[in-house]
């Protein structure tokens, strides 16, 4: 049985994979699995978190394997502490979502645990109000991290579609 959606939620004990399958009127949960990996995961927000690539690239095949068949999409959801989320208010509006990264990175140059050029910023308005001011939601994880999970993903023979936060 082929399944519509794989997750897959990050923690220092292991990953812990949830299979969704589409119906109607409603998508239903087809199974959960938790692979333990003691020892492979250090949680950071400034280097690489996994310190045993081989147990981690196993463990997610395994999980993976036996929940989504086939399946290559998967979301993985990462701990808060490999990123940071800042509420940001600009004056202006942005032109385009490249100025928008840039005037962020821009603002959050000293609360970023990495230098600006080794982080990956995306963001969301949140409000926008009548006199141009709005406020925005910025989440930000550095590119060794995001780099690791995205490379490993890819060799357990998955490909990670979103990645996001708790």
Known sequence: MARAFLGID???????????????????????????LPGT?????????VRDTRRFIEGLRRGATLLAGREERVA?????????????????????????????????????PLPPAQMHIDYQVLDRRED????????????????QYQDLVNEAGRH???IDFH
């Open 160 to 162: 990670a579609v979103n």
């Open 76 to 112: 993985l959801s990462l701990p808060d502490r490999v990123g940071r989320l800042f509420m940001i208010e600009v004056d202006a509006p942005f032109k385009s979502r490249q100025e928008g990264v840039d005037v962020l990175t821009w603002r959050l140059k000293s609360s970023l």
């Open 132 to 147: 141009s001011r709005q406020r925005c939601l910025v989440a930000a994880i550095g590119l060794p991290i995001l780099d």
């Open 10 to 36: 990050v923690q220092e004990q292991g990953l812990t994979f949830a299979a969704l399958g589409k119906g109607k009127p409603a998508s239903r949960l087809l199974g959960l699995r938790f692979e333990s």
């Open 41 to 49: 995961i250090e949680l950071s927000s400034r280097q690489p978190n």
